[in-house]
T-cell receptor
């Protein structure tokens, strides 16, 4: 079945450092890819997405490019801030099943940014 | 402005005592989901509703049930909570039938079982 593998955390960086969180996937067909973020004490919210190969999703300075040849969707940010501290989930959606978008999540990467 | 609202934020129950978690939405979305998220793990889908049609995941224990009396509300019932059911429970919504659409999540209910 479909699966998502994320870089294991926790990850700790200093403010203004460069961030990469690796994500690779296994899926049949052409899934949509997502990064969701979970701030402390909150639910998940969509950070960015890409729905086809070579698409780049971007939001709040974060970027990720859908690479079909390497089955990857790595998250990057050029200069992180303390407010970026959160848990980041990579996810894919392969199909609509009985009306629902079935998301398959990676295990999450906890990111802590120190001032 | 809250769009998916879960109550309560924290719920404590006793081993074996039935508990109900609630979710409401103002988005008028067809689909509502319940996820279970244990500490440091990925969210795991328990079931979803497409309008009034209930769809259970194959590995969801019978102990977990759900009700959706109308478009706006959805409830998660745990008939006999065990210690292993302590987790964050997340409700989410989406429009139906479009791959790549985002899910809207509530803030979750943290369930403790004593």
């Amino acid at each position: 079945g479909d699966s998502v593998t994320q870089m294991e955390g926790p990850v700790t960086l200093s403010e203004e450092a460069f961030l990469t969180i690796n994500c690779t996937y296994t899926a049949t067909g052409y899934p949509s890819l997502f990064w969701y973020v979970q701030y402390p004490g909150e639910g998940l919210q969509l950070l960015l997405k890409a729905t086809k190969a070579d698409d780049k999703g971007s939001n709040k300075g974060f970027e990720a490019t859908y690479r079909k040849e390497t089955t990857s969707f790595h998250l990057e940010k050029g200069s992180v801030q303390v407010s970026d501290s959160a848990v980041y989930f990579c996810a894919l959606s392969g199909a609509i099943i009985q009306g629902a978008q079935k998301l398959v999540f990676g295990q999450g990467t906890r990111l802590t940014i120190n001032p | 402005d809250a769009m998916v609202i879960q109550n309560p934020r924290y719920q404590v129950t006793q081993f074996g005592k039935p508990v109900t978690l609630s979710c409401s939405q103002t988005l008028n979305h067809n689909v509502m989901y319940w996820y279970q998220q244990k500490s440091s793990q990925a969210p795991k889908l328990l079931f979803h509703y497409y309008d009034k049609d209930f769809n259970n995941e194959a590995d969801t224990p019978d102990n977990f049930q759900s009700r959706r009396p109308n478009t706006s509300f959805c409830f998660l019932d745990i008939r006999s909570p065990g210690l292993g059911d302590a987790a964050m429970y997340l409700c989410a919504t989406s429009t139906a039938g479009v791959v790549g659409e985002k899910l809207f999540f509530g803030s979750g209910t943290q369930l403790s079982v004593l």
